[in-house]
Structures are given as C-alpha cells and as structure tokens.
C-alpha cells in the first residue's frame, strides 16, 4: 500500500520558518517523484514545488526564493523548507506522488497545517 506522511506543519509569525517532511516507504521514495501542495480556505489545491527521482526540482514561480523542497536519502523523506513566511501562506500542506515536472498527483497524504499569523 502507496502511503504519504506529513509532518512538521505548526503556528508561526510571520517572517519565520518552518520544516514540513513527508515520509513515504523506501520503495515509495526511490521510483516516484514527489510534490508538495497547499490548499488555503476558500481557495484551490495549488502546486508548491516538485522533486524527481534524483535532485531535479521545480517551483510555482510566485513562491520560488522563500520555498526550497530537497530528499533526505537517509530517511526516504521528502522535505520542504519554508522560509520568510507570510500570512497568506497559511494553508493546509499536501505531498503527493506526481508525474514527474508536472503538478498531476495520484496518491495524497492527509495533509499538516500551517498558520502564519502577522
């Protein structure tokens, strides 16, 4: 069974940082890429930012600089790094098996929320 599990996810002010991991099984995390989503109320799914198979990555362009996603080979963990956080970033986290350079996702986590309060 393909599972996905977020973490890291919390309440900060703005300007700070915070460290969301998804963890998958090692077959998982070795022959899938892996994207990273966010869903705010009121608003739709969009993508954050991608990685493929080996260290490719891509970004949604409005969020490159402040977001930097990375693979933890050691612990079959996917890992996303936001920085200079804003309010308007607040929003529910997603990682999902993607199609590789695409935002096209089949199998979600459940998702770790972060708040970012000015």
């Known amino acids: 069974q393909v599972r996905l599990v977020e973490s890291g996810g919390g309440s900060v002010q703005a300007g700070g940082s915070l460290r969301l991991s998804c963890a998958a099984s090692r077959d998982t995390y070795s022959t899938n890429c892996i994207g990273w989503f966010r869903q705010a109320p009121g608003k739709e799914r969009e993508g954050v930012a991608g990685v493929d198979i080996s260290t490719g990555t891509y970004y949604a362009d409005s969020l490159k600089g402040r977001f930097t996603i990375s693979r933890d080979n050691a612990k079959n963990t996917v890992n996303l790094q936001l920085n200079s956080l804003k309010p308007e970033d607040t929003a529910m986290y997603y990682c999902?098996?993607?199609?590789?350079?695409?935002?096209?996702?089949?199998?979600w986590g459940q998702g770790t929320q972060v708040t970012v309060s000015s």
């Open positions: 999902a098996i993607v199609a590789c350079g695409t935002w096209r996702a089949n199998v």
